[in-house]
């Protein structure tokens, strides 16, 4: 579970890895990859809210195991709300 970062894309002329290959390094250690520029604003938010997500799914993956079929009347219950 995380992310790899390739940040400044905004500096096309001084890229060290390409995205395909920071795409295949990421996917082959099991992780998201994304790519970022903070100088122009573009995707930052983006990795973050992935981990934010990740994380959120192995706590509640986590909390179902802990309260068996309580956990399905929760999440129902959560659904509900939603809609």
Same mark, same amino acid.
């Given at each position: 579970? @995380? &992310? &790899?970062?390739?940040? %400044?894309?905004?500096?096309?002329?001084?890229?060290?890895? +390409?995205?395909?290959?920071?795409? !295949?390094?990421? %996917?082959?250690? @099991?992780? =998201?990859?994304?790519?970022? #520029?903070?100088?122009? +604003?573009?995707?930052? =938010?983006?990795?973050? %809210?992935?981990? !934010?997500?990740?994380?959120?799914?192995?706590?509640?993956?986590? &909390? +179902?195991?802990?309260? @068996?079929?309580?956990?399905?009347?929760?999440?129902?219950?959560?659904?509900?709300? #939603?809609?």
């Amino acid at each position: 579970m @995380g &992310v &790899v970062v390739a940040n %400044k894309i905004d500096l096309d002329n001084r890229i060290a890895v +390409g995205p395909q290959d920071g795409f !295949a390094f990421a %996917k082959s250690i @099991g992780f =998201e990859f994304f790519e970022v #520029s903070t100088l122009q +604003g573009k995707n930052i =938010e983006d990795p973050f %809210k992935c981990l !934010a997500d990740m994380f959120h799914q192995r706590y509640m993956e986590r &909390v +179902g195991q802990l309260l @068996g079929w309580w956990w399905l009347i929760y999440e129902w219950i959560d659904i509900y709300r #939603s809609s």
